[in-house]
């Protein structure tokens, strides 16, 4: 454990999955919900029973999920290479393309404080051989990390210098956004967390990185009221300052994929892991903001 931030043993919730990925804790059923992508299906579990379900099935190989400002759920679709809205089981897109050309495959999201959504899109769900989506061309060239506004429909690439952006995390006042690029060295990159500037319409690298030299990609992101940086890392999630520092370590039997904060008073970490749901408690909660993915 570390740095006095967890607390209690990490307990195996649910295992079965084939790769579980985007827990996102849902206040309105206080339930965690998250995908298991190869099976094309999104579980539940119910921490008040210990039972988990299967939500649905079919899914468009979704993948990372946040809330909205009103409490439904954002989510990315591999298959269906957009961000959609699921409304109670009622799922709609959302956004699917750029400048008439379909994204990659939209892997994780927050929403921001003004309701503009926040979206990674590495090639992960159209690569050759995928388990998690379907074979395609990347159709824009490029892939970006994208603000998208609602109100006016309008999609912007915010940041164009990443190789694979994957998991992201606003800091606790939205002025920092940390993305991890999880392209490594095989696309002449390091495994990174990068932090970006976010000013008006633009964001700016700060000159904050991460590099992991282990071999372990830093994938889903969150960070904690006090702006501490929670990271999976390989078999493990790592908790970091904002400068990078790294304060302690969570020790997972799996490779670790996502996490987020929940439970009733936000401090229970669950973390998702290769074939398993994962918890332990911690004596910290997530940012209080509408992309933290905290209840409120």
């Known amino acids: 454990m570390g740095a006095g931030l967890t607390v209690g043993a990490l307990e195996c919730l649910f295992t079965g999955s084939v790769w579980a990925e985007g827990p996102l804790w849902v206040p309105s059923s206080q339930t965690v919900r998250w995908s298991d992508i190869p099976n094309d299906r999104i579980l539940e579990f119910d921490p008040a029973t210990g039972l988990t379900r299967e939500y649905a099935r079919g899914v468009g190989f979704s993948n990372g999920r946040?809330?909205?400002?009103?409490?439904?759920?954002?989510?990315?679709?591999?298959?269906?290479?957009?961000?959609?809205?699921?409304?109670?089981?009622?799922?709609?897109?959302?956004?699917?393309?750029?400048r008439g050309r379909m994204l990659n495959s939209p892997n994780d999201v927050v929403v921001a404080r003004d309701s503009s959504i926040w979206f990674t899109d590495p090639p992960y769900g159209i690569l050759p051989g995928t388990k998690e989506g379907h074979e395609g061309e990347q159709e824009y060239g490029g892939c970006y990390v994208f603000r998208f506004q609602p109100a006016e429909g309008i999609l912007t690439p915010m940041i164009t210098d990443l190789v694979h952006p994957n998991g992201l995390a606003f800091s606790s006042d939205e002025s920092v956004l940390y993305v991890a690029d999880t392209a490594?060295?095989?696309?002449?990159?390091?495994?990174?967390?990068?932090?970006?500037?976010?000013?008006?319409?633009?964001?700016?690298?700060?000159?904050?990185?991460?590099?992991?030299?282990?071999?372990?990609?830093?994938?889903?992101?969150?960070?904690?009221?006090?702006?501490?940086?929670?990271?999976?890392?390989?078999?493990?999630?790592?908790?970091?300052?904002?400068?990078?520092?790294?304060?302690?370590?969570?020790?997972?039997?799996?490779?670790v994929s996502n996490l987020c904060f929940g439970g009733p008073d936000g401090q229970d970490l669950y973390i998702t892991a290769t074939t398993s749901l994962y918890r332990i408690r911690t004596t910290t909660r997530g940012a209080h903001n509408v992309g933290s993915q905290e209840p409120a």
């Not at 809330?67 to 109670?88: F, P």
């Not at 932090?195 to 830093?218: M, P, Q, S, W």
Request: glycine share 14%; aromatic share 4%.
């Open 66 to 98: 946040t809330l909205d400002a009103d409490g439904t759920v954002i989510q990315c679709s591999h298959g269906r290479r957009r961000v959609e809205r699921d409304r109670g089981g009622a799922v709609t897109g959302l956004i699917g393309s750029f």
């Open 184 to 255: 490594g060295p095989a696309h002449g990159v390091p495994l990174r967390v990068v932090a970006y500037d976010v000013r008006g319409d633009a964001c700016h690298r700060n000159g904050t990185a991460l590099e992991l030299e282990d071999g372990h990609a830093a994938d889903g992101l969150r960070v904690d009221v006090q702006d501490r940086i929670w990271t999976s890392a390989g078999p493990a999630v790592r908790i970091y300052s904002p400068s990078f520092e790294l304060l302690g370590t969570v020790e997972v039997p799996e490779r």
